[in-house]
């Protein structure tokens, strides 16, 4: 069975652009969260989609964005990227809430 | 406030000496408490769920248990492929919180 797959691998981009992720859950997962890891810090807990709609976002300024597809794939937004925004993004699926969670192997963002 | 605390932040063991990993907590409302390991530049696998106080789980080496205000990782003869970053984790709802992680080191 493929696990959590999530593209691209790494992104570098400057500060003020915009930066867009990817991430296909495994299949029969319809939830999809979304977590930044800065480096030093834990996940830190960005976005939760179930069933194509956002249930609910972590304490992160609106710029931080994304929407679930009818497939289940998901995508995160950065709009107007800063320095601070340089970190592993990680993508995980579940079942449902309440399951454990599977991660992919992240997108390594980088902002100069 | 709401959250997560794992200590210690680094452990260093050598094969064969078992050691546990703590994990706290307070929030309002668990509804259930992971437990992760990273290996670097790799994402989290998953390890454990527990969701009630007094459950325990095991595989391998490692055995999971869960109190009203905490959770601990036993590791019983650990290996040198058992190095890795635990992380903990717990849902209250709608939220997630992890925790910084336990670094675990095991010298061969």
């Known amino acids: 069975e493929a696990g959590v797959t999530q593209s691209p691998t790494h992104l570098i981009k400057t500060r003020g652009q915009q930066a867009t992720l990817r991430c296909s859950p495994i299949?029969?997962?319809?939830?999809v969260y979304w977590y930044q890891q800065a480096l030093g810090l834990g996940l830190q807990f960005l976005l939760w989609?179930?069933?194509?709609?956002?249930?609910n976002r972590g304490n992160f300024p609106p710029r931080f964005s994304g929407r679930q597809f009818p497939n289940y794939s998901s995508e995160l937004n950065v709009n107007a990227l800063e320095l601070e925004d340089s970190a592993l993004y990680l993508c995980?699926?579940?079942?449902?809430?309440?399951?454990?969670?599977?991660f992919g192997p992240g997108t390594r963002l980088t902002v100069t | 406030e709401d959250q997560v605390t794992q200590s210690p932040e680094a452990l260093r063991l050598q094969e064969g000496e078992s050691s546990s990993l703590n994990c706290s907590y307070t929030v309002s409302g668990l509804r259930g408490l992971f437990w992760y390991r990273q290996d670097p530049g790799k994402g989290p696998e998953f390890l454990f769920t527990l969701y009630s106080a007094g459950e325990e789980k095991e595989k391998e080496r490692l055995k999971a248990t869960l109190t009203k205000k905490e959770s601990f990782l036993h590791i019983t003869a650990p290996k040198p492929e058992d190095s890795a970053t635990y992380l903990c984790a717990v849902e209250t709802g709608n939220q997630f919180y992890f925790g910084t992680g336990t670094s675990l080191t095991v010298i061969p």
């Open positions: 299949s029969g997962h319809t939830s």
């Open positions: 995980a699926s579940s079942v449902r809430q309440r399951y454990e969670q599977y």
């Open positions: 989609y179930d069933e194509g709609e956002e249930r």
